[in-house]
């Protein structure tokens, strides 16, 4: 079963400081995978996918296949960052899809 | 163009009673997914619709279900509610199933006492 993992609830920078924000998942097919962001009484909202190989906001994110990962980067992390992180994965099959969530991490920088 | 709408906003229920939750998608998306979201346990698929058919489903009770309509307008039903079910219920719709990411609803909370 597919399964997304976000080893960090809680992640605390100061601002200009480089963010990572960790996601693994397991999977064995290839899936598609994306980050997700929600920012203080906003809707989830699309940051970006691995297909689309796009910075948005000054965020990256590489698909690592052979370590499984797709970890969020951002080389100066902005006041305006902090916000709650989801990763998610949709399995690329037949028969219905089920895009998966990890737990999601939680951005603070700080000033 | 408007985004996914979710109604109602807030809803309290007392336990045993039925809801039912609507969402509209973004106009041309036919595909919609649910998902419940509680501070223990994130975010939970409940399920996705694809042209009125109930493509998957996730572990969720019998009590919880939901349908499409031809305009791709869904709704979902929980009956004999249980406190447990007090949670933030997503609505997400993209244009095919699967494909490019959701794009997101406000949601609709639930409170059940």
């Known amino acids: 079963a597919q399964r997304v993992t976000q080893p960090e609830k809680l992640l605390s920078v100061f601002k200009g400081a480089p963010v990572e924000l960790k996601c693994n998942y397991s999977?064995?097919?290839?899936?598609?995978l994306f980050w997700y962001v929600q920012y203080s009484r906003q809707r989830l909202q699309l940051l970006l996918r691995?297909?689309s190989r796009e910075s948005i906001k000054g965020f990256t994110a590489d698909l690592n296949k052979g370590e499984t990962s797709f970890h969020l980067k951002k080389p100066f992390a902005q006041e305006e960052d902090s916000a709650m992180y989801y990763c998610?994965?949709?399995?690329?099959?037949?028969?219905?899809?089920?895009?998966?969530f990890g737990a999601g991490t939680r951005l603070f920088v700080k000033a | 163009k408007a985004g996914v709408t979710q109604t109602p906003r807030y809803l309290i229920k007392t336990r045993g009673q039925q809801v039912t939750l609507s969402c509209s998608p973004i106009?041309?998306?036919?595909?919609v997914s649910w998902y419940q979201q509680t501070p223990g346990q994130g975010l939970q698929f409940l399920f996705e619709?694809?042209?009125?058919?109930?493509?998957n489903k996730g572990n969720f009770p019998g009590r919880f279900s939901g349908r499409q309509f031809s305009n791709s307008r869904s709704e979902m039903n929980v009956s004999t509610l249980e406190l447990g079910d007090s949670a933030l219920y997503l609505c997400?719709?993209?244009?095919?199933?699967?494909?490019?990411?959701?794009?997101f609803g406000s949601g609709t909370r639930l409170t059940v006492v």
């Open positions: 997400a719709s993209s244009l095919a199933e699967g494909a490019g990411g959701y794009t």
């Open positions: 999977y064995s097919g290839s899936p598609e």
């Open positions: 691995h297909i």
């Open positions: 998610a994965l949709t399995p690329h099959r037949t028969g219905g899809f089920k895009t998966i």
């Open positions: 106009s041309g998306h036919r595909s």
């Open positions: 619709y694809f042209s009125e058919t109930q493509r």
